[in-house]
């Protein structure tokens, strides 16, 4: 019985093997049939490489359409390509690369090889022409200078955060004493509370701080300004007085409108959750259902973040794939019941279709963030092929929406979000067609198990809790990479932390909610929102002990040549199907060994020019003010893999200070100073090695051979990082980016700072 069962379905697998295949690829492995060498221990490793190997491998990949998947990955380089120039490129170079590369490629469509490699760089070409599109099109106006002014504005989106306070996203319509000349199109603003039962699309007007969007707190850091650039936030701060509602004159277009309904949905979605589970563990609700996310208490997302469990709070793939998995089940087991109609029904497809609906409900009401969407449509396009009878877990499926996000939103691709969710979707996808592929190599088959109930049970919670351990292995250590490159952090304890709360958020958060959504209509969700609550408060819990027990969490700045050596290893493990998979072998190796390599900063400043931190080298980091910025501190700890903050004492190590001048000793012996002006840092000269400047209008008192940054460097190049040499001489000094400004920057040439004039504060304004 079961080799005529293998024999069916050898039949039924050749009929997709594509006619240009190797004969009996789908059927063999690699190896199978061929003579084994005996000529010595180095001959099969060498036959295994030979160029005739690799010429089979390279048929059976394009047979594969394994180039069709390539093609998201040449895209998103070139947009990446893009953003990481020091230049912004022309309009007439880059269409001359285009033009040039497009003939190249139609001249050489006779010979496969060149066709190939042309066309891979056609591809990256439309990825860079792509992400100069998508700047030309944001053209968001960022303010160049802090001002104060009174604004008035549209309502678009209102947050209540952890602290009280909330957060207000508004279109501005005017501004006033001082009327800007060039205002920004979006703000993004704080206040102590808002007018009660204020709405999306109310108008709004107080007196308002308004500052430019911060840059990274260390070249290579994430760029809060580059993201605002593209979300047409330009500007964020806080009310100095206000917000009132006011009354705004003309009628909103309909798409607007649309807008402000869903919002306002969304707003009342989140007080009917909160009222009814309440606390950290409703705001992680509203978090899971309503994508607000500002109301969770910073302490329970550090818990979260070090317990490798701050997933569950992004409306991601997870949420998507648990909403349409509940509703198909759903749908299945009530047709299920009645054998007649299920038995004339497709009923898979009509749970699939329902799943869609679902799915596209609980997409715009999370807000439709750019996870959300990304995630929304991988699913969508596996539940179409379930409707169409194809496929839906594949690897080309995978490329098909990243194609659809990187040609609509080029600049997602360097964001951590993009390479996060992507990363984990695409191994798990590679995982489960290894293993399919190890199942049929094998030659298993689903047999009916035999034995009672209870083994049948327990077979079942193996298979689940195996699976689950298989996932969050996969997808975690896919996704280490990108928390390791952008965050600087690792997650030694996710895995266990996956396993302990995961069932909680599979089998009993993310039903109730679905729950709850479809009887809210009825006033029946109350309960299904307690179940929901208890399963939140549960992985709170569990995540607190993970999190207390953690052995690792900062890891230090990965250089950029290991962080592009680990992607690329990553890329041709999920991308290949073949044995050209162990090319990612050396790469793996070379991104160890870069990483093994790196040389940690010795001193960062920030881009206002008033924190200066040292990294003493024994796990502590020396800064000069007793009361620095905790998200600086927290950015540059992690950086430097440090545990301890020192902050200025009277001798000792660490900064001393007195009357407007700080000074520390470096473990090379360099002497590094911090002085409020140019006086202050006239005591220094005759030691200091660096020297910064909080003045934006002082020149170097001591001369050429002190380095000396000033507020104006900073102001206009961003956040700065020093390595020393080992004569104690700053040997590199890098900052965040360089001038000629690229457009997400360009705003900074108009602060006083970066005009080198001093504060109004200082002038006594």
């Not at 600087?488 to 895995?495: G, I, K, N, S, V």
């Not at 207390?548 to 290893?569: E, K, Q």
């Not at 900052?735 to 108009?750: G, T």
Request: hydrophobic share 50%; glycine share 10%; charged share 15%.
């Amino acid at each position: 019985m079961g080799g005529e069962r293998a024999a069916i379905a050898e039949g039924e697998r050749a009929q997709f093997i594509p006619a240009d295949a190797t004969p009996g690829d789908a059927a063999l492995p690699e190896s199978a049939g061929r003579p084994v060498s005996k000529r010595g221990p180095f001959a099969g490793p060498v036959r295994y490489f030979s160029r005739a190997a690799l010429s089979r491998a390279l048929a059976r990949e394009v047979a594969r359409g394994t180039p069709f998947v390539c093609l998201p990955v040449l895209l998103g380089t070139g947009a990446a390509f893009y953003f990481s120039l020091a230049r912004e490129p022309g309009w007439v170079t880059l269409g001359f690369c285009l033009a040039l590369v497009s003939a190249a490629a139609w001249l050489g469509r006779s010979r496969p090889v060149l066709s190939f490699l042309l066309g891979g760089l056609l591809v990256f070409s439309l990825g860079l022409v792509a992400a100069k599109l998508e700047t030309a099109r944001a053209s968001a106006t960022v303010v160049g200078s802090d001002v104060t002014t009174r604004i008035t504005g549209r309502l678009v989106r209102l947050e209540h955060m952890a602290s009280g306070r909330v957060r207000l996203t508004i279109a501005l319509v005017s501004t006033q004493r001082p009327r800007l000349n060039y205002p920004p199109a979006r703000v993004r603003l704080t206040a102590r509370a808002a007018p009660e039962n204020l709405r999306p699309g109310d108008g709004v007007a107080g007196l308002a701080r308004l500052m430019s969007p911060p840059g990274p707190v260390r070249p290579g850091a994430y760029d809060f300004s580059f993201v605002s650039y593209f979300d047409r936030i330009g500007a964020v701060g806080f009310f100095l007085s206000g917000p009132q509602r006011v009354e705004l004159e003309g009628r909103q277009p309909l798409l607007a409108r649309a807008a402000r309904w869903l919002e306002t949905a969304r707003g009342a979605l989140a007080a009917r959750i909160r009222t009814a589970i309440g606390g950290p563990e409703g705001e992680v609700a509203v978090a899971m259902i309503a994508g607000f996310r500002a109301g969770i208490p910073e302490e329970i997302n550090e818990w979260l973040r070090r317990a490798g469990l701050a997933h569950i709070l992004a409306i991601s793939g997870l949420h998507m794939a648990l909403v349409a998995v509940t509703v198909m089940a759903m749908l299945r087991a009530g047709a299920a019941l009645f054998p007649a109609f299920a038995s004339r029904v497709p009923v898979k497809k009509y749970a699939a279709a329902a799943a869609l609906v679902m799915c596209t409900l609980y997409l715009f009401i999370s807000g439709a963030a750019v996870a959300a969407q990304r995630s929304y449509i991988m699913l969508a396009i596996m539940l179409a092929a379930l409707l169409f009878d194809r496929a839906a877990i594949t690897m080309r499926n995978v490329a098909i929406a990243a194609l659809l996000i990187l040609l609509v939103s080029p600049h997602e691709v360097v964001g951590p979000s993009f390479q996060m969710s992507f990363a984990a979707t695409a191994a798990l996808v590679a995982g489960y067609a290894a293993w399919t592929e190890w199942r049929r190599q094998r030659r298993f088959h689903d047999n009916p198990p035999l034995g009672g109930v209870l083994q049948s049970i327990a077979r079942y919670a193996f298979v689940f809790i195996a699976g689950l351990a298989a996932t969050s292995l996969i997808a975690g250590t896919a996704t280490a990479l990108y928390g390791i490159w952008h965050f600087q952090r690792a997650t030694p304890l996710a895995l266990p932390a996956n396993l302990a709360a995961m069932p909680l958020v599979s089998l009993v958060a993310m039903p109730a909610a679905v729950m709850a959504m479809l009887a809210m209509p009825f006033g029946l969700d109350g309960i299904f929102l307690k179940v929901m609550g208890q399963a939140i408060g549960a992985v709170i819990a569990i995540a607190e002990w993970f999190s207390r027990h953690s052995p690792l969490d900062a890891v230090g700045v990965l250089p950029l040549s290991a962080f592009i050596a680990f992607t690329a290893a990553l890329i041709i493990l999920v991308v290949a199907t073949t044995r050209l998979r162990l090319l990612a072998v050396p790469l793996i190796i070379l991104g160890f060994a870069l990483t093994m390599m790196r040389q940690l900063p010795d001193v960062l400043v920030a881009e206002d020019g008033r924190l200066v931190g040292l990294n003493l080298g024994d796990g502590r980091l020396a800064v000069n003010r007793a009361r620095p910025s905790g998200f600086t501190m927290e950015g540059w700890t992690r950086a430097l893999a440090t545990e301890e903050v020192v902050k200025p004492a009277a001798g000792g190590a660490g900064f001393s200070c007195a009357e407007g001048l700080c000074i520390a000793r470096h473990r090379t012996g360099a002497v590094v100073a911090h002085a409020r002006d140019a006086d202050s840092a006239r005591d220094a000269c005759g030691v200091a090695m660096l020297l910064v400047l909080e003045d934006a209008a002082a020149e170097n008192p001591c001369g050429p051979d002190v380095a000396t940054i000033t507020r104006r460097d900073l102001a206009r190049r961003g956040a700065a990082a020093v390595i020393f040499d080992a004569e104690g001489r700053p040997g590199r000094v890098s900052f965040s980016f360089e001038e000629p400004w690229r457009p997400w920057h360009a705003h900074r040439a108009w602060s006083r700072a970066a005009r080198g004039l001093p504060s109004r504060r200082e002038r006594g304004d």
